[in-house]
């Protein structure tokens, strides 16, 4: 494929000795959609004094808006930095009916982004990770306060939290690979267009070419 091509000929010209401006890799990397392997900021860390609830999603049917929502946190690379997104999708119709960024790791941004979520529907289970957002009491009793079941991923098992894994790829490679982020401002405003964008314009195989929105229950914009 095109990213093999791409590595092969970044090895070959360093085998010739050929000189590659380091910007000159870096645009074609984000034009090809190629990221470079490296340890990323923890999101997943667990608190071992937070209580841990079961997952209960293994084999259930899935078969309506507001069924079941997932939430996680992914990091936002910039020109000098990183941020983190905290989205709330839904996973019947992958619609995202909240998100946040923010340049720190407080659960405020967490917290914030439920909150909106919940202004716009109610989930009958939320979905997480084990991380320490998402058992921080703060977290759990704003859920429970709503009679809202909390799912939490098996530890290593990435799979649990499929469809929101799904969103994250598709925000990096269609939006944030193919960015250079200069500030946070720039950052919120593009990854805003792009959400925008996907839930309410782009069409989803999965959902019989319909846009998120659409079989959320929210309809579309028409051009």
Request: net charge positive; hydrophobic share 40%.
């Amino acid at each position: 494929g095109i990213k093999w091509v791409a590595n092969l000929c970044i090895f070959n010209c360093i085998s010739l000795h050929f000189s590659i401006a380091k910007y000159t890799v870096q645009r074609h990397m984000r034009e090809m959609g190629i990221a470079g392997i490296s340890p990323g900021p923890n999101l997943s860390k667990r608190n071992l004094e937070h209580r841990i609830y079961p997952y209960l999603l293994r084999n259930m049917a899935i078969t309506h808006p507001n069924h079941v929502w997932g939430i996680d946190i992914t990091y936002i690379r910039l020109q000098r930095g990183w941020m983190y997104l905290v989205a709330l999708i839904d996973w019947y119709s992958r619609f995202v009916v909240s998100w946040e960024l923010d340049q720190t790791l407080e659960i405020d941004f967490v917290l914030e982004a439920v909150k909106r979520a919940l202004l716009v529907g109610q989930p009958k289970i939320l979905n997480s990770d084990q991380g320490s957002h998402f058992t921080s009491p703060k977290y759990t009793e704003l859920l429970l306060e709503k009679d809202i079941q909390i799912s939490m991923d098996g530890k290593g098992r990435a799979l649990d939290n499929i469809v929101t894994e799904r969103l994250w790829r598709t925000i990096k490679y269609e939006e944030v690979y193919l960015k250079d982020y200069e500030s946070p401002r720039e950052a919120r405003k593009e990854i805003n267009n792009f959400i925008h964008f996907y839930n309410y314009e782009r069409p989803h195989q999965s959902l019989g070419y319909k846009p998120p929105a659409s079989v959320y229950g929210l309809g579309v914009i028409h051009p």
